[in-house]
């Protein structure tokens, strides 16, 4: 397609002769930018049509529509009329989703406000500031059952893409053999050996308890009983 411009003066002369050719089909190429495009990613347009605007999709974000440039620049929505003087590339503009981890106490008790986190970015888990009678909490599980997955304070990223994200508080007895069981002492004499008695102490060293374990004959590691 050409147009020309031209300028007549009062005698008809012309001049000033000005031409200009147009592509009337040009290629539209989409950069999903990150994301995933299914079917095509380039589409010949005829100037006067509408573009068109195929939805990609990226875990984690939303997306914001078609633009010229990966940054600014202008945008193309199905309204508007495509005028091309050749090739066009467009970009998909994303915004990252937010999503919120909620805090369940898990037989403990009190309440802890949630957190907005954002997909992508790190985010720091809260200390668990519930409580329970004779337990500690070591952080944070996945399920009421399970172990204890991330620290208080951990540094996280991604545990969901939008939605509500549950952790549980992972308890632990404070009287627990599996971090704090150490033999002190022994008492009850048999056949010439001990009864060795453990102790045990709380997550902060603390006393919380004893209670009568194996039999040794090795009296020359166990102190008198008193």
Do not use: H
């Not at 406000?113 to 954002?118: G, I």
């Not at 002190?184 to 603390?206: P, Q, W």
Request: proline letters at 2%; charged letters at 15%.
């Amino acid at each position: 397609l050409s147009y020309y411009i031209y300028a007549i003066d009062n005698a008809g002369n012309i001049s000033d002769i000005y031409s200009r050719t147009f592509r009337v089909k040009n290629t539209v190429t989409y950069d999903p930018n990150g994301g995933t495009l299914s079917g095509s990613n380039s589409y010949v347009l005829t100037n006067g049509e509408k573009y068109k605007t195929p939805t990609p999709t990226r875990t984690g974000y939303t997306f914001k529509g078609w633009y010229t440039d990966q940054t600014g620049g202008n945008q193309r929505t199905s309204s508007t009329i495509v005028c091309l003087d050749g090739d066009e590339t467009l970009y998909a503009r994303w915004e990252a989703n937010t999503y919120t981890i909620r805090f369940n106490a898990n037989g403990g008790s009190g309440s802890m406000s949630d957190k907005t986190c954002t997909y992508d970015q790190d985010c720091i888990l809260p200390s668990n500031n519930f409580s329970r009678s004779s337990y500690y909490s070591l952080g944070w599980a996945t399920s009421s059952y399970g172990s204890k997955v991330y620290n208080n304070g951990a540094i996280v990223k991604n545990l969901a893409s939008s939605g509500t994200y549950y952790l549980y508080a992972n308890w632990v007895d404070v009287c627990s053999s599996t971090y704090v069981r150490t033999t002190s002492t022994c008492s009850k004499s048999c056949g010439g050996g001990r009864y060795l008695r453990y102790f045990y102490s709380n997550y902060d060293g603390s006393y919380c308890g004893y209670d009568y374990g194996g039999y040794s004959c090795n009296t020359q590691s166990c102190c008198s009983w008193t």
